[in-house]
Each structure stands twice: as C-alpha cells, then as structure tokens.
C-alpha cells in the first residue's frame, strides 16, 4: 500500500514538474538580474577581462598555428638574448667619485703588474723612437722580433738617413705596411741629422715636426727614455678607459685631456703601463677575462667578458696566461716576476 501511495505521488509529480521548472527558471533569471544591478563594477571588470583576453590571445596563421610559435629570426633571437644579458646597474657618480674610482684602479693595476715597462726593446731614444714608429698597426713583439737587425746594420740616424730604402724595406717586412714605415724611418732620421745634430729632442714640439711622428709616439719616447710624464692613448687604453666610464670622447687628443685631469702629472707615465698591460693580458677587446679581474668592484662593465673563473683563466695572455712576453730583453724586474723573455723572429713563441 505505501509503495503504491508513493508511486501516485511521483506520478502526480511528474505531471507538473514543466510548470515548477519554468518558474524556477524565471526566479533564477530575476536573482541574476538583481545581482548585476547590484554590482555593476563586478559585471563591468568581467566584460574588460573577456575584452582583453580576447586581444591579447595569439592569433593563428593560415596554416593553424598561433603566431608565437613561428620560428624567429636569427636578428631577432640575438636581439632577445642581448635584452636577456644581465646589465651592470651602475649609478651616475660626481667627479670626485670618479677621481677616486679611477685612482682606486690604478693602484690596484700597480699591484698586479708592479713590473709593467715599455714593452719595445730599445737601449737610447732613437732606437726607442724607431721602434714606436714601426709598432703601428702590428705588436711590439713583431717589432722587437725586427729592429735587432735594423739597429745591427743601421745603428745611428746618420746611417739610417743614408740608408738605401729597398734594403730597409726587406728588413722591415715583418712589421707590415714595411713600405710606408721605411719612409718614415729614413725621413726622421734625416730629419734628427738636419735639425737636432743626430739628437732626438726631449720636447714635444720638436717630436711631432718628424715625419711619422704624432703625439702618442712622442709621449712614449718622453717618458720612457727622458722621464717626462705623457698619456699614451694607444687603441688598448682608449677601450679600457671608456669601459671604465673614465671618458666618453673618442677623439685621442680629447681622451688624453680627460683622463689626465683626472690624475697627478707625475702619475701619467706609469698609468699609461699599467691600463696598456691589463688591456693586453686581461681586459681583451672581444672577451675580457672578467671571472679573474682584480677591478670587478670597480668596473662598469663587469660581466661583458667571461665571468666563470676557470673559464676566464684561459683568456689571460702572456706571463699571467704562463706564455712569453714580448720583449726579447725585458727589465729584470720582470724576470723576477715570473716573465719570460719572447722568443727571436723564426723561433717558436710557445702561445
């Protein structure tokens, strides 16, 4: 009896379920309506968040792939690895702040390379001018490997003055561009006969009037064999310089004034060594050996290099990399340190 009951009341159910349904429905309806009426802020972000993902979704190609999958470029995929390059923060720093930040480097070059000299083999000024002329364009070691026989043959500018030009030449041909530099060398050695009585001069003004002669060479043969201060400006100390942010000028003249005012005069000689050297044997214009460097605290431009230090330990050249230097006759103080001496023209140099 109580099954059949039940049975009449489902099926008397069913019977009006269509109508209890539609008005369930319209109740949802009005609840809904009355929300967005009571949040319109709420219903207003949801439409701007459809609106946007539907902006911002990938769109497909013809072939039915989105666009981020199509394979980028090769400038593309450097320019993103170049943004992806973790960046030095580096603030902008007062003039005081650099005058120690630059000073703060050069005593800690001094300390790494107590022994940094002139890297050309000379033994008075005019063998020291000769071979600053010839170095241009090429190593000191290709020219230490060169002028033992020019200076064998041709020991004085009297001689060289008179030298015959051919001759020279095929001594000179090691040194690259051995035709231009001949001219400059037989043509400063008239010029030290006619003007200096075979002297070479100890002042500035007087340098720069010999052929082949600029204002680099001259503060090179002034400081190193008559012990007056000069800024050599060489393409190692001009790249060093700017990625220290000591100078943004490009121009030599322009880099030598900048760096200048920011040191003692009597400073200049030895600086000059000291960035020559570690640009050398360190801080290479293609991949510095940052992972190694001393001046890490120091450098803005910590990281453009190879910053692992057993990595960066194979890019340090000459005596801090266990190779030869490039002077055939270095300073015993070098020596001393651990140099060695570089091997004569045709033998093997052991890099």
Not at 132 to 157: E, G, H, I, W
Request: overall charge positive.
């Amino acid at each position: 009896m109580v099954v059949r009951r039940d049975s009449a009341v489902g099926e008397q159910g069913s019977d009006t379920a269509p109508a209890e349904s539609k008005k369930a429905t319209k109740g949802a309806k009005a609840v809904k309506k009355v929300a967005a009426a009571k949040t319109p802020a709420a219903a207003k972000k949801t439409v701007q968040k459809k609106a946007v993902a539907k902006k911002t979704a990938p769109a497909k190609t013809a072939a039915g792939q989105t666009a981020s999958k199509r394979p980028a470029s090769k400038a593309a995929a450097s320019k993103k690895a170049a943004a992806e390059k973790p960046q030095v923060a580096w603030k902008p720093e007062s003039h005081t702040a650099l005058v120690r930040r630059a000073r703060g480097i050069d005593r800690e070059l001094a300390e790494v390379y107590p022994y940094a000299h002139p890297e050309l083999d000379f033994e008075n000024p005019f063998q020291l001018l000769v071979a600053t002329v010839l170095s241009a364009q090429t190593t000191d070691l290709r020219v230490n490997q060169t002028t033992p026989t020019l200076f064998a043959k041709y020991p004085t500018p009297e001689e060289l003055a008179e030298a015959n030009p051919e001759e020279v030449e095929e001594i000179l041909r090691p040194c690259g561009f051995f035709r231009a530099k001949t001219k400059s060398v037989i043509g400063l050695s008239k010029g030290l006969v006619e003007s200096f009585g075979g002297e070479v001069p100890g002042r500035l003004e007087d340098l720069v009037k010999l052929p082949g002669v600029g204002r680099k060479t001259a503060f090179v043969v002034l400081g190193n064999a008559f012990g007056r201060p000069g800024i050599t400006v060489d393409t190692h100390f001009q790249r060093l310089v700017r990625r220290w942010r000591w100078t943004a000028e490009t121009d030599p003249d322009k880099i030598e004034a900048a760096v200048g005012a920011l040191f003692p005069k009597s400073d200049w000689t030895d600086l000059s060594h000291h960035v020559i050297w570690h640009g050398r044997r360190m801080c290479h214009a293609r991949k510095p050996a940052c992972g190694v460097c001393p001046l890490a605290p120091l450098c803005p431009a910590y990281g453009e290099g190879e910053t692992d230090p057993e990595k960066a330990k194979k890019l340090l050249k000459y005596e801090k990399g266990g190779f030869p230097g490039q002077r055939l006759k270095p300073p015993q103080a070098y020596l001393d340190a651990g140099g060695r001496p570089a091997p004569p023209l045709g033998a093997a140099s052991g890099t």
